[in-house]
């Protein structure tokens, strides 16, 4: 059972460069949810789907996109990055119904110069 | 709207000791609350969780956390510490919508 799966595992880049994380899962979730954490912040919300075919704003949104063409996938796009997104990067998933866990991938680690 | 605090980055207990990791969460709605775990370089694990019934709650690896709805609180303890449990703990409040609110996370360093 692999669960949730994101790639690449980490990555150094340019900034101003375009940049796709990408997240699966096989859990047939309905929801699933971008978190970035940063040391004293904890986990901030980016961006989430609540269901194939939908997506809404988190906490911190500005300079990240999503889409959710099915329900396994949920990559999010840096379209130009800058180096405040340096950040371990977590996908998420879970069933309907706020009584819920959150699953989590192992995260990505970006490291914008 | 939701919130959560965790008191205390850092906490630090002796090998056997009792863990207590603080956390208190505002709520407009009855919330469901959780605990999860992160070890170094990995994804977050759920520890526990309370959505409704009984207000003591066991999770995994020895752990448990009382819900407290006077004090808004859902503390996490442990009876005696294991080296093993040295992680990063969260603390998560969830309503209405699917959304977590995460804490800012406490560090539980366990001495030999």
């Known amino acids: 059972i692999a669960g949730i799966t994101q790639a690449p595992t980490s990555q150094i880049l340019a900034a101003g460069r375009r940049m796709t994380l990408r997240c699966t899962q096989d859990?047939?979730?309905?929801?699933m949810y971008w978190y970035r954490q940063d040391l004293g912040l904890g986990l901030r919300l980016i961006h989430y789907?609540?269901?194939?075919?939908?997506?809404g704003k988190g906490e911190v949104p500005d300079g990240y996109s999503v889409s959710r063409a099915n329900t396994d996938d949920f990559p999010l796009t840096l379209a130009s990055a800058v180096p405040s997104q340096t950040s371990v990067y977590f996908c998420?998933?879970?069933?309907?119904?706020?009584?819920?866990?959150?699953?989590f991938g192992p995260g990505t680690r970006l490291t914008v110069l | 709207a939701q919130s959560v605090t965790q008191l205390g980055s850092h906490v630090s207990v002796s090998e056997g000791a009792l863990v207590l990791l603080r956390c208190n969460y505002s709520?407009?709605?009855?919330?469901?609350l959780f605990w999860y775990v992160q070890y170094p370089n990995q994804g977050l694990q759920l520890l526990l969780k309370?959505?409704?019934?009984?207000?003591l709650v066991k999770g995994i690896n020895g752990f448990e956390a009382e819900f407290k709805k006077s004090e808004t609180s859902f503390h996490l303890t442990k009876p005696s510490a294991h080296m093993s449990d040295a992680a990063e703990y969260f603390c998560?409040?969830?309503?209405?919508?699917?959304?977590?609110?995460f804490g800012t996370g406490t560090s539980l360093t366990v001495i030999p």
């Open positions: 998420a998933s879970s069933p309907s119904g706020s009584f819920n866990e959150q699953f």
């Open positions: 859990m047939r979730h309905n929801a």
């Open positions: 789907s609540n269901t194939a075919g939908t997506t």
């Open positions: 709520s407009s709605v009855p919330p469901y």
């Open positions: 309370y959505t409704t019934g009984a207000t």
């Open positions: 998560a409040v969830s309503a209405a919508g699917n959304q977590f609110y």
